[in-house]
């Protein structure tokens, strides 16, 4: 039902990520797109699906599964019960493999840019969990019950 | 030699009472389950008909019309009741798929404030079609299929309803 909004919204994480790289040339370039760049990044929700979080970094949900499971990218449980990944870090993310692609790098890309984060700011993973840790041990006992009929239910009901 | 026979017959029997489907409804939805109890609406026997396979025709689910025709379908429990799910694919490769219980509740066209379908509509903010339709299987082209968008929506109007209902109690 909303093939078409994931889509615009991969489009749109995928301008940003673009458009940082765009940035960095510096001066007034940066300058000028700092704006658009806010904008654009404040259309997209504050989280997204793995499979957009795929899409905009480029690579398979299994990947991005793998990272998510070892902690290196923040996620949160929607109401829906799924894993959402929080639309921040997956820009980081997704400029910094594109900066490996752009170098020449073809593999284990993703491993690559978590491991450049990590090694740029030691704090990345501190940071989540201060950021994230709460509110994600809150969410994630969802809000979907087993729907079995109760004990006080009869042969017929 | 008999023992192991036997064993094996027992984990086989056990890995068949493994449900196919996870049957969930959302917490908020919980309630008007429970009040299906002593009502003889044939809900159990659905429950354990999702956990086999909510596509088997004798259920007699059928896909809505309208706007929630991708994603919705419905049942007919007894006495009056209907009941509208949906399904998901599993989460995890070795996860189980998920039928999700939506909205239990009375078909009742003159009164628009508690009828089944408009409710439903309602909470999904689409309109609701007005004339009957012919109802195909739920699965005949394929599953329905909810984003998980549209169904946070849902969950947050429904959310919304109970605590509206709830402030209203007090």
Same mark, same amino acid.
């Given at each position: 039902?909303?093939?078409?909004?994931?889509?615009? &919204?991969?489009?749109? &994480?995928?301008?940003?990520?673009?458009?940082?790289?765009?940035?960095?040339?510096? !001066?007034?370039?940066?300058?000028?797109?700092?704006?658009?760049?806010?904008?654009?990044?404040?259309?997209?929700?504050?989280?997204? =699906?793995?499979?957009?979080?795929?899409?905009? #970094? @480029? /690579? =398979?949900?299994?990947?991005?599964?793998?990272?998510?499971?070892r902690g290196l990218?923040?996620?949160?449980?929607?109401?829906? !019960?799924?894993?959402?990944?929080?639309?921040?870090?997956?820009?980081?993310?997704?400029?910094?493999?594109?900066?490996?692609?752009?170098?020449? +790098?073809?593999?284990?890309?993703?491993?690559?840019?978590?491991?450049?984060?990590?090694?740029?700011?030691?704090?990345? %993973?501190?940071?989540?969990?201060?950021?994230?840790?709460?509110?994600? &041990?809150?969410?994630?006992?969802?809000?979907?019950?087993?729907?079995?009929? @109760?004990?006080?239910?009869?042969? +017929?009901? | 030699?008999?023992?192991?026979?036997?064993?094996?017959?027992?984990?086989? *029997?056990?890995?068949?009472?493994?449900?196919?489907?996870?049957?969930?409804?959302?917490?908020a939805v919980r309630?008007? /389950?429970? %009040?299906?109890?002593?009502?003889?609406?044939?809900?159990?026997?659905?429950?354990?008909?999702? +956990?086999?396979?909510?596509?088997?025709?004798?259920?007699?689910?059928?896909?809505? *019309?309208?706007?929630?025709?991708?994603?919705?379908?419905?049942?007919?429990?007894?006495?009056?009741?209907?009941?509208?799910?949906?399904?998901?694919?599993?989460?995890?490769?070795?996860?189980?798929?998920?039928?999700?219980?939506?909205?239990?509740?009375?078909?009742?066209?003159?009164?628009?404030?508690?009828?089944?379908?408009? #409710?439903?509509?309602?909470?999904?903010?689409? +309109?609701?079609?007005?004339k009957a339709h012919?109802?195909?299987?739920?699965?005949?082209? =394929?599953?329905?299929?909810?984003?998980?968008?549209?169904?946070?929506?849902?969950?947050?109007? /429904? %959310?919304?309803?109970?605590? !509206?209902?709830?402030?209203?109690?007090?």
């Open positions: 039902m909303a093939s078409a909004a994931t889509s615009t &919204a991969v489009r749109t &994480a995928r301008h940003v990520v673009a458009l940082r790289h765009t940035a960095r040339r510096g !001066g007034d370039v940066r300058a000028e797109l700092a704006p658009v760049i806010d904008e654009l990044r404040d259309e997209l929700a504050p989280s997204m =699906s793995k499979r957009q979080a795929a899409a905009v #970094i @480029g /690579v =398979s949900v299994p990947t991005l599964d793998k990272w998510i499971d990218l923040p996620v949160d449980v929607a109401p829906s !019960g799924r894993s959402r990944v929080q639309r921040d870090p997956v820009l980081d993310l997704a400029e910094r493999v594109e900066d490996l692609r752009r170098a020449g +790098e073809t593999r284990h890309l993703v491993a690559a840019a978590v491991d450049r984060m990590l090694r740029e700011d030691p704090q990345y %993973q501190h940071e989540f969990d201060e950021l994230y840790g709460p509110g994600l &041990a809150a969410m994630r006992e969802g809000d979907f019950v087993s729907a079995a009929p @109760g004990t006080d239910f009869g042969r +017929e009901d | 030699m008999r023992t192991d026979r036997a064993n094996s017959v027992r984990a086989l *029997a056990q890995t068949w009472r493994v449900p196919n489907f996870e049957v969930i409804v959302p917490r309630p008007l /389950v429970d %009040q299906l109890a002593g009502q003889r609406a044939g809900y159990g026997e659905v429950y354990a008909q999702f +956990e086999r396979d909510p596509c088997a025709e004798h259920l007699g689910a059928y896909r809505l *019309a309208g706007p929630l025709e991708p994603a919705v379908c419905g049942l007919h429990l007894r006495n009056g009741w209907r009941l509208a799910f949906t399904m998901q694919p599993p989460e995890h490769p070795r996860g189980r798929r998920r039928v999700i219980i939506l909205l239990v509740a009375r078909r009742e066209p003159r009164h628009r404030a508690s009828d089944a379908w408009t #409710i439903l509509h309602d909470l999904f903010g689409v +309109e609701n079609p007005p012919h109802k195909p299987p739920c699965c005949q082209a =394929s599953v329905p299929d909810i984003s998980d968008d549209t169904l946070d929506g849902f969950l947050r109007e /429904v %959310q919304i309803l109970t605590r !509206g209902r709830r402030r209203g109690r007090s």
